[in-house]
């Protein structure tokens, strides 16, 4: 099962792919953001290379992304995947086509993302991710139960996204209209298209994605 979450920073992707890793244990979740922000951590060259337009929310080059995700595609097993940040381009999209049919596989459902813009700007002025897992909090709506330790993991040391202030907010909204929204049009196309109201509660959310995926036959009653 290949699902690709879909959707502006902030609408929620990367919350919605950890939940429901919980409910498909057999799920892996592949962000090339965080791939990418790994490789900023361990401060190889490459992430040398790419961080100053991470930063500032300018996209990645195409072959890439593509060499990354090819690569990552190939080491996994088990190809129950959520692409979650890919495709972001329509040359993306095309060539991730091509990337799957050489494995017999293709996208299964495409879940857009639907929020109004002034209620991203609010969650990522509030967002904060755990550092070792990636789980995302915001400082009001969604604290870790315990304050300071991660739902996810028990970790204790949580960063702000250098990209996650209004400047780069706004680069990334206006690049994901130039050149993300051209890929919503190729997926409706083709039909996988779901779109999902997610300016709802996290939970609600999730409840909708599983209702999909039951009814698409990719998800069993009661998991
Ligand atoms: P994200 O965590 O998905 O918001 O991604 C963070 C940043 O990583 C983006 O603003 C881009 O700079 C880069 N990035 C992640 N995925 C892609 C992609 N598919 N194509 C180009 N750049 C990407």
Not at 4 to 33: D, M
Request: hydrophobic share 35%; glycine share 8%; proline share 2%.
């Amino acid at each position: 099962m290949i699902l690709v979450f879909f959707g502006a920073p902030g609408s929620g992707k990367g919350t919605q792919a950890h939940e429901l890793k919980k409910a498909i244990k057999t799920l892996s979740h592949i962000s090339t953001g965080d791939l990418l922000r790994q490789e900023i951590t361990s401060d190889s060259a490459f992430g040398r290379s790419i961080k100053y337009k991470i930063d500032a929310g300018e996209f990645i080059t195409d072959d890439i992304i593509l060499q990354l995700v090819t690569d990552i595609l190939r080491k996994k097993s088990k190809k129950d995947i959520i692409f979650d940040g890919f495709p972001r381009t329509l040359n993306q999209a095309i060539a991730f086509d091509a990337l799957l049919g050489v494995e017999n596989l293709k996208v299964d459902v495409v879940f857009d993302f639907d929020i109004d813009v002034h209620e991203l700007i609010e969650r990522i002025s509030g967002r904060y991710v755990c550092q070792d897992c990636g789980a995302v909090y915001h400082k009001k709506n969604r604290k870790p139960r315990i304050d300071s330790v991660c739902d996810q993991c028990g970790g204790t040391r949580f960063i702000r996204r250098q990209d996650d202030t209004a400047q780069a907010l706004e680069t990334r909204l206006k690049i994901y209209r130039e050149q993300t929204l051209p890929v919503r049009d190729y997926y409706k196309d083709k039909g996988v298209l779901k779109k999902i109201n997610a300016s709802q509660t996290a939970a609600i959310v999730t409840e909708n994605i599983k209702e999909t995926l039951r009814s698409a036959g990719l998800m069993k009653e009661g998991e």
